[in-house]
Every structure is written in C-alpha cells, then in structure tokens.
Nanobody
C-alpha cells in the first residue's frame, strides 16, 4: 500500500495560480499511474489529470491548456500546476495512485490521499 499526502491548496482570486504537490511513501512500486481528482460540494468526484511513469498525461477537457500535471519519480512526487483558475475550479483536490491503466476513472485507483482544498473567488 502507498500513502499519499497532498499539499499546496489555498484560496486565490480568479485568474490566479496554484501548484499542488503530492508525495508518495510506502510501496511506491504501485504508483505507475498517478492522478489528480477533485470533488466540489454536492458533486461527484471528477478526474482532472493523470500521468504514467513514462510521462504520458491525460487531461479533463475542462482543464486542458490551463493545468499541467508532472511528476518527479526520484522524489516519488506528483504535481499539478494550475493557471487561470476560475471559481468553477473550487473543490477538494485528491491525489491518487495505482498500478493499472492511466485513465481518469476514480474506480481504477486504489490509493488516495486526504485531499487539499482549493478555493477560487471571483
């Protein structure tokens, strides 16, 4: 099992930027695919971006061109650079990891962090 700890959330104005970080520990051999999901109040969990350990990434249409996912395998770390934030990006952001196919489907991921809150005001 792998433990995931997110950081970097906060409150920003629309148009601002944040960088989220996630550090993995424990059985990091199970982090072939790492991803960011988010969940806004009253809504389901939504896939934001995912990246495999070769660097191939996929993004939700809603964040393409604004968010960038990347990872540092030597540090067992995952990042999400978020630019041009809008109030619609307000949510709890979760880091997830799994050994399987790298797709933005929450049921594919077995390990999850506790989340970090992102709030964007207009």
């Amino acid at each position: 099992q792998v433990q995931l700890v997110e950081s970097g959330g906060g409150s920003v104005r629309a148009g601002g930027a944040l960088r989220l970080s996630c550090v993995a520990s424990g059985d990091t051999s199970s982090t072939y695919c790492m991803a960011w999901f988010r969940q806004a109040p009253g809504k389901g969990r939504e896939g934001v971006a995912a990246i495999d350990d070769h660097g191939s990434a996929v993004y939700a249409d809603s964040v393409k061109g604004r968010f960038t996912i990347y990872r540092d395998n030597a540090k067992n770390a995952l990042y999400l650079q978020m630019n041009s934030l809008t109030p619609e990006d307000t949510a709890m952001y979760y880091c997830a990891a799994d050994v399987g196919a790298c797709m933005l489907i929450s049921s594919y991921f077995s390990d999850w962090g506790q989340g970090t809150q992102v709030t964007v005001s207009s």
